[in-house]
C-alpha cells in the first residue's frame, strides 16, 4: 500500500522510468519553466526525497529546477532488491554515482548547477562531484564531510578499534557495524514500539530538540576518544538501535516535524523495511568495493564545493581530526564551512530557511 504525500502547491510527485535498471520516484519544483538550471537533492539515512519538502520551493523560486530522489533502497523507488544476501554490488557508491548520471540524463539536462547531499547522500554527492566534474558543476555537502577517496594499498586491515570498544568497562559498538548485521532491519523494523515511535525518537535525539547533543573534535580513533559520542553512534554493546533510542521518546508536538509528517515516514519505512539503506552501509564497512573506490586515490574535488551542518550536529565529528581540515583535504576548491543555529542533524528540516540562504549564498559565489 502507499500513501498520498502532503505537499506544498508547486512541489510534485512523479517517476522517471528505466535508470540504471531503478524506476525512480521524485519529488520536483520549478518545472514550469524549461531550460532552468538543475538543483538535484540526495537525502540521507533513514529519510525520503520528502526531507528535502521545505528547501524546495525556495530554490525553485530562485529560479532553479528542483529534484530530489528516492535514492536506490528508499521509498517509491524500485527495482532495487531489499533481501540482505542480495547481490551487494548494486549499492556501492559507485553504483550510486550511475543512479544520480542516468536521473540528469532522463531529465533532458546537460548538467547539475547545484547538487546537494545529505548525511549519507553527502558521500554520494561528493563521489558524483569527483568522477564527474564536467555534469555536478558544484556541490554543497551537509552533515557528513568528505576528506578524499581511500589512500592505496588494497590490502584489506582489520581495525582494532572494535575490539576496543567491545572491551571498554561499559562495553561499545559502532553503530555502522550494527547496521550492517542481519539483524538490524528486523530490529527497526518490528521493534516493540513500533516504527512511528522508534523514528520520533530516532529523528527526536539527532536533532538541536536533544539539548545533550554538544559535539565537539575528537582528538584521536581511538575506543576511548569515539566513546564520547553518544550512544546512537557509539551504541551500547547489548542493545540494538531501537532500543538504544527508546529512553529518549519526546512527549509534545515536533514543531519543525509535526505528527502528520513523521506518519509519512513511519509508513513507508513499514511498508519498505530498511534494508535497503543498509545496505549502503554494508558496502563500507565490508570494504569489499574499495579498490574501485583507490583507483581514485589522491584526486579531489575540482569543483566549488561548501559544507552545511546544524551546530548541534555529531555527524562532522564522527572521524578524529577537525572537519574543515578534512574537507579541506578532499576539496580543492572549497568555500566554506557553516553550523546553523538551532540545528542538529536534520539540518535543511529543523533549519529549512537558513539552510536555503547558506545553498543561494554559496551558489552565487
Known amino acids: 500500500m502507499t500513501f498520498e504525500i502532503n505537499l506544498p502547491a ?12 531503478l524506476n525512480v520516484h521524485v519529488l520536483e519544483a520549478g518545472f514550469e519553466t524549461p531550460d532552468r538550471p538543475l538543483a538535484l537533492l540526495l537525502h540521507g539515512f533513514p529519510e525520503l526525497a520528502y526531507s ?16 530530489a530522489p528516492d535514492q536506490r533502497g528508499y521509498g517509491r523507488t524500485t527495482g532495487w532488491d531489499n533481501r540482505y544476501d542480495c547481490d551487494l554490488s548494486s549499492f556501492r557508491l559507485l553504483n550510486l554515482v550511475r543512479d544520480a548520471v542516468g536521473l540528469v540524463a532522463a531529465l533532458g539536462h546537460k548538467s547539475v548547477a547545484l547538487l546537494v547531499g545529505h548525511d549519507f547522500g553527502s558521500p554520494v ?29 588494497t590490502r584489506k586491515v582489520h581495525d582494532p578499534i572494535h575490539d576496543d570498544l567491545a572491551r571498554l568497562p561499559r562495553p561499545r559498538k ?33 536533532s ?27 551504541m551500547d554493546f547489548d542493545k540494538n538501535m531501537a532500543e538504544t533510542v527508546a529512553p529518549d521518546m519526546p512527549t509534545g508536538d515536533c ?45 579531489k574535488i575540482d569543483v566549488p564545493s561548501c559544507f552545511i551542518s546544524g551546530k548541534s550536529d ?6 578524529a581530526g577537525d ?19 538551532g540545528a542538529g542533524h536534520w539540518v535543511q528540516q529543523e533549519q529549512p530557511g537558513e539552510t536555503v540562504r547558506l545553498l543561494l549564498e554559496f551558489a552565487k559565489a
Open 10 to 21: 508547486g512541489v510534485r510527485s512523479r517517476f522517471v522510468p528505466d535508470i540504471n535498471g
Open 52 to 67: 528535502w519538502r521545505k528547501v524546495m520551493l525556495p530554490l525553485a523560486q530562485a529560479g532553479y529546477h528542483v529534484v
Open 125 to 153: 554527492a561528493a563521489w558524483c562531484a569527483l568522477v564527474r566534474p564536467d555534469l555536478f558543476r558544484s556541490v554543497a555537502l551537509m552533515s557528513a564531510p568528505f576528506g578524499g577517496p581511500p589512500p592505496l594499498p
Open 174 to 206: 559502532h553503530y555502522q557495524w550494527y547496521y550492517s548485521t542481519r539483524e538490524a532491519n528486523d530490529n527497526m523494523q518490528h521493534c516493540p514500539q513500533g516504527v512511528h515511535a522508534f523514528l520520533r525518537a530516532y529523528y527526536h535525539v539527532k
Open 208 to 234: 538541536a530538540d536533544w539539548k545533550a547533543n554538544k559535539p565537539t573534535v575528537l582528538a584521536s580513533w581511538t575506543a576511548s576518544e569515539v566513546a564520547k559520542m553518544p550512544t546512537y553512534y557509539i
Open 255 to 299: 514543531k519543525w516535524l509535526p505528527e502528520e509528517e513523521m506518519r509519512f515516514y513511519s509508513r513507508e519505512f513499514e511498508r519498505t523495511g530498511f534494508q535497503g539503506g543498509l545496505q549502503w552501509y554494508r558496502c563500507g564497512t565490508t570494504g569489499a568495493f574499495n579498490a574501485e573506490l583507490e583507483m581514485f586515490a589522491g584526486r
Open 314 to 319: 555529531w555527524g562532522p565529528y564522527q572521524r
Open 323 to 341: 572537519p574543515e581540515k578534512i574537507l579541506r583535504n578532499g576539496c580543492s576548491q572549497f568555500r566554506g564551512i557553516h553550523f546553523v543555529e
